[in-house]
C-alpha cells in the first residue's frame, strides 16, 4: 500500500503543484565524502523531471545509508549510478538537452552544436507516451509486426520551427510518469537495488558487482535494448538462481565478469548464453565434485 501510495504522489506531482517545489533534503547519515554525489544527483533529476522525482532518488539512497556492508565507496556507487539510470534517455530527454545547449549559446556560455539524429525504435518513441494512450497504439503495432522498426528523428536548433519544436517535445517531461517507459524503468531500478541487497546479505563480495552492472544499459534505440536484455540474462541465468540456493556459484562476482565480457552487440545472445551454460555447468560439477570427496 505503501508503494501505491508513493507512486501515486509522484505521478500526480505536476498537477498538486509539487514539481517545482524547493530542493529535496540530502538522506540523514549522508557520509561527508558522499554528499557530492548525492548532490549531483538531486540536481540532475529535478532538471530531468521535477523536486518530487528528485525526492524518490534520494529516498531510495537512504535505503542503503548506515547499511551493513555498505562503505562509503559502494555508497557512492549506488548514488551515481542510480541518478544515471532515473535520468535514462528518451527522446523528451535529448530535446531537452538539445535546448538547454541552445539556450546556453544564446548566453555565449557556449558555441552552438550540430544537429543531433537519434535512430529509435518504434516501440521506444510510443513507450514515451502515457499508458492509456501508449499500450492500444503499441498492441497494434505488435500485430502489424512493426514495434521494432528505425525511426530517425532530427533534434535541431538552427531554425524557429526546430526551437519550438524542442521546447514542445521537453514539455511533455510532464508526462513521463504516466508513460509506459517510466514503468519499466521504475521497475527495472527496484529490481537492481533488490538484487544489490540480496547480495550484501548472500554474497557481499559480489555486491560491487551487481551495483557495476547497471552500466550494462545505456543510451536509446538497439544498443539500450541490447544492454537491457544482456543485463536480465546475467540477471535470470546466474545471480538470482545463486541468491535462491539453486545455482552454487562460490564466487559470484567473477561469474558475473565472465558473462558481462562475453556480451555483445547480437540479438541471439548465442557468445553470451553460451558463456552462462558453461559457467552453470562448471558450478554444478565442483558442487558434486565436493560432495564426492
Known sequence: MASVISSLRYLLADFIGEDDGARPFLPEGLPAAVVPVVSEGIDLLMEYQGSSYAQF??????????????DERMLGEIARLMALRMSYQDPIRIAQLKLMEFEAAVRGERNATDDLLGIFRVDELIGALPAAIAEPVLDVL??????????????????????????????????RLFSVRYAKERAWVERWLHMIGRSLEKQPAAAPAIIQTATMIQGYGDRYRQGLADWHEIIDRLVKPTFDGVLPIADLAAAVAEAR????????QLALKRT?????TRAIAAKADAAAG
Open 57 to 70: 532518488y534520494v529516498d531510495r539512497v537512504r535505503r542503503f545509508v548506515g547499511r551493513r556492508g555498505v
Open 142 to 175: 505488435e500485430r502489424l509486426g512493426w514495434t521494432h522498426a528505425p525511426v530517425s528523428i532530427r533534434f535541431s536548433s538552427k531554425s524557429r520551427w526546430g526551437v519550438r519544436r524542442l521546447k514542445i517535445e521537453s514539455s511533455l517531461r510532464r508526462w
Open 261 to 268: 565480457a562475453a556480451a555483445m552487440a547480437d540479438p541471439r
Open 276 to 280: 552462462i551454460a558453461e559457467i552453470r
